[in-house]
Nanobody, 124 residues
Framework: QVHLVESGGGLVQAGGSLRLSCASSGQTFSNYYMGWFRQTPGKEREFLAGINGRGLSTYYADAMKGRVTISRDNAKDRLYLQMNSLKPEDTAYYYC?????????????????WGQGTQVTVSS
């Protein structure tokens, strides 16, 4: 079992930046592919970025390329998402997720463990 807790969300003005964190516990963090997703009411969970266990390979949704950076610190069991140039449409609940599968995982159903999320609100 992997327990994930997100933090770092909040209210930010358009054009601003936020750094989300995800703390992991329970299993060896580096054994898991990690991803960031977001969700707004009435919509499916949207993939943003993923990173493999060693942190050597990253993958971004086209809509997020150039504005977000995913990273991880396996020594600290932490996952991060740096978000820049935020827009009001980035307002959502943001989740981190872990998967024991290999490959590029851009679908929510491929992830076994989820955090409870952190709210990001971008004001215009």
């Amino acid at each position: 079992q992997v327990h994930l807790v997100e933090s770092g969300g909040g209210l930010v003005q358009a054009g601003g930046s936020l750094r989300l964190s995800c703390a992991s516990s329970g299993q060896t963090f580096s054994n898991y592919y990690m991803g960031w997703f977001r969700q707004t009411p009435g919509k499916e969970r949207e993939f943003l970025a993923g990173i493999n266990g060693r942190g050597l390979s990253t993958y971004y949704a086209d809509a997020m390329k150039g504005r977000v950076t995913i990273s991880r610190d396996n020594a600290k069991d932490r996952l991060y998402l740096q978000m820049n140039s935020l827009k009001p449409e980035d307002t959502a609940y943001y989740y981190c997720a872990a998967s024991s599968l290999l490959g590029i995982l851009a679908t929510a159903s491929l992830y076994e463990f989820w955090g409870q999320g952190t709210q990001v609100t971008v004001s215009s």
